[in-house]
């Protein structure tokens, strides 16, 4: 069953994506030749207009195919003939809707289950946050100079500690403290990590059942939140893809599709013993962390990404005039050819932690 629901997961993202080209494709007046859900062999199709809508065999994504995408032509629909303006719009589209995704799947939990905040609830006894006198009620807004907004903000700059004092910074009705902490390491479900020492404090949603006794999130709170998980999403992406390049993050933390796999499998097989409901909610949360980490990765400038796309409308910007399609054609297909050698050596990586 979590194999199942993995396709799903995974198809879903991957049409939503091809869906923002699709749409600001047709905004643009460019000519989309077919739009496919799912891959391989053809079930059914139909044509409305220019445009053939195909549903094919394998549920593992889908794709948009505009007319001038990987080749000249003579044709004002084409997607190369397109201002700079119109083809970095449709490029980015689908990232777009990656985040917009995520950011409806989001708001739908927080509406239904709440958010931890990074507010104390109370503190464990004789841990680093109760030694530096912490209370309940204290709202921790900076830590190492990050700015903490939400609670997984707090948990990234933590998972990148090293047991060194930190600096600390958090609001006591209205008034702003700065002390020193050292994080102590623990160890939960066999993987080591750095806390604090203090249980945060849960807000309802506005439509969480049985929340008597808890304050609930507003309207306000409701909308902002899930915006802020999306900033966090990217902000982590970006910054463990800056620490493996710079080698301060090990090539062992990179999961692939076997690991994310691997991760619905044993989020599904903890989570059925508890209740359908909990699964659910699980796999939804899961999907919309997907969702925006695939949209900043689609935007990084490598060859045969979106990104990639934009960098050479960056040179055209630059040169005044655009590179060649044939050119640019073989470096996207380098590039996907050096992305795909990277996925097997990563699933290949995932197979081996498994084992």
């Known amino acids: 069953m979590s194999i199942v629901i993995a396709i799903l997961i995974f198809g879903l993202i991957v049409v939503i994506h091809e869906l923002g080209h699709f749409i600001m494709a047709r905004r643009c007046g460019v000519l989309v030749e077919e739009f496919s859900v799912g891959m ?3 079930l059914y199709s139909w044509h409305r207009g220019d445009t053939q809508y195909s549903i094919r065999m394998l549920p593992i994504g889908g794709y948009c195919k505009m007319l001038g995408e990987d080749g000249s032509s003579g044709d004002p629909r084409a997607f190369n003939n397109k201002t700079m303006a119109r083809r970095s719009a449709i490029l980015v589209f689908g990232a777009v809707m990656n985040f917009l995704l995520a950011f ?3 708001l739908f939990l927080v509406l239904l289950t709440g958010f931890s905040s990074a507010v104390v609830r109370q503190t464990v006894p004789d841990s680093p946050a109760d030694k530096a006198g912490l209370l309940p009620g204290d709202q921790i807004v900076m830590l190492n100079n990050s700015k903490i907004t939400i609670f997984e903000d707090l948990q990234l700059v933590l998972t990148f500690a090293d047991g060194s004092p930190m600096d600390l910074t958090y609001l006591r009705n209205g008034q702003k403290y700065g002390i020193k902490i050292t994080p102590y390491l623990v160890t939960e479900n066999g993987a080591p990590e750095y806390k604090l020492g203090f249980v945060p404090s849960w807000k309802a949603g506005l439509f969480t059942p049985g929340a008597e006794g808890f304050q609930r999130a507003d309207l306000g709170e409701s909308l902002t939140i899930p915006a802020r998980q999306i900033v966090f999403n990217i902000r982590a992406t970006i910054i463990s893809l800056v620490k493996l390049i710079i080698r301060q993050l090990s090539p062992d933390h990179i999961s692939g599709i076997v690991g994310m796999v691997s991760t619905i ?5 903890k989570t059925i013993k508890v209740s359908v409901w909990s699964t ?3 796999m939804i949360y899961i999907c919309g962390l997907i969702s925006a980490n695939l949209g900043v990765f689609n935007l990084l400038p490598l060859p045969a990404l979106d990104g990639g796309r934009l960098l050479f409308i960056l040179f055209e910007l630059i040169r005044r005039k655009p590179v060649s399609v044939e050119k640019e ?7 996907f050819v050096l992305l795909m050698i990277l996925a097997v050596f990563i699933a290949y990586s995932d197979i081996m932690k498994l084992l």
């Not at 054609?329 to 590039?335: D, I, K, N, Q, R």
């Open 329 to 335: 054609s073989v470096v996207h297909l380098v590039g």
């Open 104 to 106: 409806v799947i989001f």
């Open 265 to 269: 499998n044993d989020s599904y097989n």
């Open 280 to 282: 659910f909610i699980t």
């Open 40 to 42: 391989g062999p053809l």
